[in-house]
């Protein structure tokens, strides 16, 4: 496990990350294959498709001091949605 500042889109690997509103991601770049999982709140905060794979279909920007931006695949129309997030605080690279 290695603390980095940000995440390079084009670096195979798996990646978490924490922001400031204690939510943690979990990102897996494989050549063009993309994807981000969200890790379930221990307090019981949930959002859709937590512990679920969701495709990322485009920009990943997730660096220290910044809110994270991350478009994904939509469900039906629009085809992309954009997940942002709090300021990030933490980024490991888990490999």
């Known amino acids: 496990m290695n603390l980095i500042n940000e995440i390079d889109e084009n670096k195979d690997g798996v990646y978490e990350f924490e922001t400031s509103s204690n939510s943690k991601y979990i990102i897996i770049i494989d050549g ?3 994807n981000m999982m969200r890790v379930p709140d221990k307090d019981g905060v949930s959002l859709r498709k937590d512990s679920k794979k969701i495709k990322i279909a485009g920009d990943i920007f997730v660096k220290i001091g910044h809110g994270a931006m991350i478009v994904l695949e939509g469900l ?5 949605t954009i997940r ?5 605080i933490k980024i490991t690279q888990l490999n």
Do not use: F, L
């Open 76 to 80: 039906g129309e629009p085809p992309h």
């Open 32 to 34: 063009q294959d993309k």
């Open 84 to 88: 942002q997030t709090t300021e990030v």
